[in-house]
Each structure stands twice: as C-alpha cells, then as structure tokens.
C-alpha cells in the first residue's frame, strides 16, 4: 500500500500562487508514475498533470499548460505541483495519484489516491 496525503491548498485571490505537495509513505514510491487530478463541485474528477518516475516525463491538461508545472523529489518520497497564474476556474479540490507505470491521463490506471486538498481562488 501506498498512502498519500496532499498538503498546501488554500485561498488565493486570481493571478496569485499556491504550491501542492504530495507527500508518500508505506510502500516503496519506486516506479510509480504521479498524476494530480481535480473536481470541483458538480463535476467529474479531471486531470491536471503528471510526471513519470524519473521525472523526465510530464503531461498538462491543455487547460493549466504554461501556468502549472509538476515536480518530484524522490528522496523525499514527495510530488509538488506548482500553480501560477490562477484563475477561479481552477477553484477545485486537488488530489494526487499513484500509479504503476505512466499513463497521464487515465484515472484508471491509478492504483492509489490521497484524500485530496481544497483550493479556491476568489476573483
């Protein structure tokens, strides 16, 4: 099992910044691939991005390409997900993934899932 809590959400006024992080514990974090997906109320849970294992790979929604960039530290066994330049349409709780390979954009393809972290941006 991989356990996974997010961390650093809040509220933020339009144009401001906020950085998530996911930290893991419990099994190893080796090989897995980390996603972050979003849903806001009323709405499907959607993808925001990912990251493969080394790092060396990433994948935006077309929605948050050029204002949200993902990162890992995986000494620190722990993904972040930079976001700039918000919009209240980015207004959602925030989950990160885990899952065995790289496939960005599949929720299914994810085995693990933290318990998520509101963010709201006020216009």
């Known amino acids: 099992q991989v356990q996974l809590v997010e961390s650093g959400g809040g509220l933020v006024q339009a144009g401001g910044s906020l950085r998530l992080s996911c930290a893991a514990s419990?099994?190893?974090?080796?090989?897995?691939?980390m996603g972050w997906f979003r849903q806001a109320p009323g709405k499907e849970r959607e993808f925001v991005a990912a990251?493969?294992?080394?790092?060396?790979?990433?994948y935006y929604a077309d929605s948050v390409k050029g204002r949200f960039s993902i990162s890992r530290d995986n000494a620190k066994n722990t993904v972040y997900l930079q976001m700039n330049s918000l919009k209240p349409g980015d207004t959602a709780v925030y989950y990160c993934?885990?899952?065995?390979?790289?496939?960005?954009?599949?929720?299914?393809?994810?085995?693990?899932w933290g318990q998520g972290t509101q963010v709201t941006v006020s216009s």
């Open positions: 990251i493969s294992w080394s790092g060396g790979s990433t």
């Open positions: 993934a885990a899952g065995a390979g790289f496939y960005p954009n599949r929720k299914d393809r994810y085995d693990y």
């Open positions: 419990g099994r190893t974090f080796n090989g897995y691939g």
